[in-house]
T-cell receptor, first 111, second 112 residues
Framework: GQSLEQPSEVTAVEGAIVQINCTYQ??????LSWYQQHDGGAPTFLSY????GLEETGRFSSFLSRSDSYGYLLLQELQMKDSASYFC????????????FGDGTTLTVKP | DVKVTQSSRYLVKRTGEKVFLECVQD?????MFWYRQDPGLGLRLIYF???????EKGDIPEGYSVSREKKERFSLILESASTNQTSMYLC???????????FGQGTRLTVV
């Protein structure tokens, strides 16, 4: 089976940098995805790490260390619109839709 | 843009009713999925399908069934709704071995 752990809540101020961690235990591991979900909205894909290291997409970066069973999502230059829930997810195989999700981290960005 | 459309945003049903949740995607994706989302529990996979008329159980299939008669449409069926099936239901689709899944807006189902 698979399980992913992430903090339930994180608070930061506008303009700051925040890191959301995700540790996992899996019987088979293909990579780590991150999704963003605004209140009342659909989860939307942010990034995927299939290999160790850092992936950068604009203000967002994601990191994976397979040896540590650990990854994180880094959000820079925080904006109010970044207030949302963030989920890490581990695909069961190379098919993205069949994934085990963490419970989600609610990020609150304050002025 | 990929679009995954769920037929209802909000639904209220009575205990014991048969409930159909419909999902349609417009990008010819082979793979479709149904998740439920509950506070503090993240997203949990109910059923998925890799092809027409094909279905596989996810992590929490009890009390649910699915139907995929056409590639673009994936239905979730609650044979006899119960109050513990009150939840947000999310449909998703993906293509091949692509790493990105696309989600619908969700159906918030309340069973009374």
């Amino acid at each position: 089976g698979q399980s992913l752990e992430q903090p339930s809540e994180v608070t930061a101020v506008e303009g700051a940098i925040v890191q959301i961690n995700c540790t996992y235990q899996t019987s088979g591991f293909y990579g780590l995805s991150w999704y963003q979900q605004h209140d009342g909205g659909a989860p939307t894909f942010l990034s995927y790490n299939g290999l160790d290291g850092l992936e950068e997409t604009g203000r967002f970066s994601s990191f994976l260390s397979r040896s540590d069973s650990y990854g994180y999502l880094l959000l820079q230059e925080l904006q109010m619109k970044d207030s949302a829930s963030y989920f890490c997810a581990a695909p069961h195989n190379t098919n993205a839709g069949k994934s085990t999700f963490g419970d989600g981290t609610t990020l609150t960005v304050k002025p | 843009d990929v679009k995954v459309t769920q037929s209802s945003r909000y639904l209220v049903k009575r205990t014991g009713e048969k409930v159909f949740l419909e999902c349609v995607q417009d990008m010819d994706h082979e793979n479709m999925f149904w998740y439920r989302q509950d506070p503090g529990l993240g997203l949990r996979l109910i059923y998925f399908s890799y092809d027409v008329k094909m279905k596989e159980k996810g992590d929490i299939p009890e009390g649910y069934s699915v139907s995929r008669e056409k590639k673009e449409r994936f239905s979730l069926i609650l044979e006899s709704a119960s109050t513990n099936q009150t939840s947000m239901y999310l449909c998703a689709s993906s293509i091949g071995k692509n790493t990105e899944a696309f989600f619908g807006q969700g159906t918030r189902l309340t069973v009374v």
